[in-house]
């Protein structure tokens, strides 16, 4: 309940500053708007990450009170801009060639991201990649399905290097 509360509030104080200057009516749609939004995600937010499966790793507690993930996360945003310039090159390209160069299929990654929040990072960082998109995860297998725009190599430990790789070793510092 109290992660619900807070949630609501968040959402309609960053509602009211969204539609400021405020009047009746857009704090009537605020209200209804975060209550809705607390109401149906608020449940999301009840776990804390770092006490559900991390204890201990290498002697120390593992949570994410630890600055060098911060540090690590601050690296990753540049990284994955670029490989998003790349990749958004790579499909202008591809749309404006008369020919229209596509190879389209669904290949096999394997991935060592073991935590839910790596995992859902790492299919988030391919999808928002222009050419590739994540169809599924087998999250205890490590593997994933991506739609790849042109699939270079149907073989799974390639495609790992050429799809995951970029991302991979970057969050596992940070959400392993």
């Not at 699939?151 to 991979?168: C, G, H, M, N, R």
Request: aromatic share 12%.
């Amino acid at each position: 309940m109290k992660s619900k509360l807070v949630l609501f509030i968040v959402g309609f104080i960053v509602w009211s500053l969204l539609t400021w200057p405020l009047d009746f009516q857009h704090l009537v749609v605020g209200l209804m708007v975060a209550a809705f939004v607390a109401f149906i995600t608020g449940d999301l937010f009840s776990r804390r990450p770092h006490t559900i499966r991390f204890a201990q790793v290498r002697g120390r507690p593992h949570h994410f009170g630890h600055i060098t993930r911060y540090i690590w996360f601050c690296y990753y945003v540049p990284v994955f801009l670029w490989e998003c310039l790349k990749a958004n090159i790579d499909v202008a390209l591809r749309v404006l060639n008369p020919k229209l160069p596509i190879n389209p299929g669904i290949v096999k990654v394997k991935t060592t991201l073991k935590s839910d929040t790596g995992l859902t990072f790492l299919a988030n960082s391919i999808t928002l990649t222009p050419g590739t998109l994540c169809v599924d995860i087998d999250a205890e297998k490590g593997i994933l399905y991506i739609h790849w725009i042109d699939v270079k190599t149907q073989d799974t430990d390639k495609a790992t290097e050429l799809i995951v790789s970029p991302f991979e070793k970057i969050l596992k510092k940070i959400f392993e």
